[in-house]
């Protein structure tokens, strides 16, 4: 027997991709549905083989469905996933809405699995930001090694974090550069094509983007609050795939050698670190890629016990579809969603 699940915001980025894993990792799928915004109503995505018309999120009954995964706005995930968790489902959210939420269990299954337990507070999962979710999955099996103390992260991130109008943005800047038409910036606060933009999200009154915050405030809640971590948030002109600079200082000694082999058995990890032409990876090599891609580890000579590393995964996946079907699967194999009854 298998769940009945509903994905909404079926036509936007994270939704797609949300269709495609369910189908790849062969999910227990008694009942899917497509659910967007009024103007989709009909409009056909891929689910396997299956073509499935997306239907209105406001007349949809969520009473009949016990599993939602969410990837609209933090806005309309603060208005809906309390209704819906309400009527019976447990949300798992890509949004920002709900993650720092206390009864709210922000979850990646390689790092905090256990505070699932909680997620019948408000029936309500919520699904780290793309940039986190990728730092916690290579820092986790270092920080039980060595206890990290600081962390220091720049990120690269791909205009796909900014949903398909990001993409769009890139494609025709890019096109009109070549064809010597005008450049228009709608989605980016300026010119994404060739250039890069140190600014996601809003600013803070500290000077430091809403962005930056999350890596900071999310890493803590899922890792270790004593932890230190400062980040600076980049868009760089790549379709798929965020890359992170992080510096770690740890408490206790840890050798390069040392991170590269703990790294390697560790959950979600891939390491590809060889010192020569193309011996780690990029973004483009991991789109499509489940891994968070771990190269460049080096160790850092200006701090005792320090570390560099290049963490490298696609930010649609792991970033975001991905952990959220890792958590579907979690609430499934421990028992926390059972599949209810269909009406007769
Ligand atoms: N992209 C990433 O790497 C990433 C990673 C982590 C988290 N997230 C978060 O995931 C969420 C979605 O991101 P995305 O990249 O998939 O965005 P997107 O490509 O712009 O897609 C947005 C989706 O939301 C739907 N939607 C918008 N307004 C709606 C409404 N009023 N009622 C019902 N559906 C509505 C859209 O449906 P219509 O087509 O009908 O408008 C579309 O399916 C955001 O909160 C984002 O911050 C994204």
């Not at 494609?171 to 009109?176: E, K, L, S």
């Not at 016990?305 to 421990?334: F, P, T």
Request: proline fraction near 5%.
């Amino acid at each position: 027997m298998g769940y009945r699940v509903a994905v909404v915001g079926a036509t936007g980025n994270v939704g797609r991709e949300m269709l495609n894993i369910l189908e790849e990792v062969n999910f227990p799928v008694d009942k899917i549905h497509a659910i967007a915004s009024r103007k989709s109503i009909g409009v056909e995505v891929a689910f396997g083989e299956k073509i499935i018309k997306c239907e209105d999120v406001e007349q949809f009954d969520f009473s009949k469905v016990d599993l939602v995964l969410m990837s609209v706005s933090g806005a309309f995930s603060k208005e809906w996933s309390p209704k819906i968790g309400a009527a019976g489902p447990i949300v798992i959210d890509n949004s920002s809405a709900w993650r720092m939420d206390p009864d709210v269990p922000l979850i990646v299954p390689e790092v905090n699995p256990d505070d699932v337990s909680y997620a019948h507070k408000k029936n309500i999962i919520a699904n780290p930001n793309c940039s986190t979710a990728q730092l916690v999955v290579a820092l986790k099996p270092l920080h039980d090694r060595a206890k990290i103390k600081r962390a220091v992260v720049a990120t690269y991130q791909s205009v796909s974090g900014a949903g398909k109008d990001g993409m769009d943005e890139l494609f025709n800047q890019t096109r009109a550069v070549f064809v010597a038409d005008p450049i228009e910036t709608k989605k980016f606060t300026k010119r994404i094509a060739f250039n890069v933009i140190p600014h996601i999200d809003v600013f803070m009154e500290d000077g430091y983007t809403k962005e930056e915050w999350k890596v900071l405030a999310e890493t803590k809640k899922m890792l270790d609050p004593k932890i230190k971590v400062t980040c600076t948030a980049v868009r760089v002109p790549v379709f798929i795939g965020h890359s992170e600079s992080v510096n770690i200082e740890f408490e206790n000694e840890i050798t390069a050698d040392q991170a590269r082999d703990i790294l390697r058995e560790a959950p979600g990890c891939l390491v590809i670190d060889k010192h020569e032409n193309g011996g780690y990876i990029t973004p483009y090599e991991s789109a499509g890629e489940d891994a968070t891609y771990i190269s460049r580890i080096r160790e850092d000579a200006t701090v005792e016990n320090g570390l560099n590393l290049w963490v490298v995964s696609d930010n649609l996946r792991k970033g975001a579809a991905l952990n959220a079907i890792q958590i579907a699967e979690l609430l499934v194999n421990r028992g926390l969603i059972k599949p209810r009854k269909q009406a007769a």
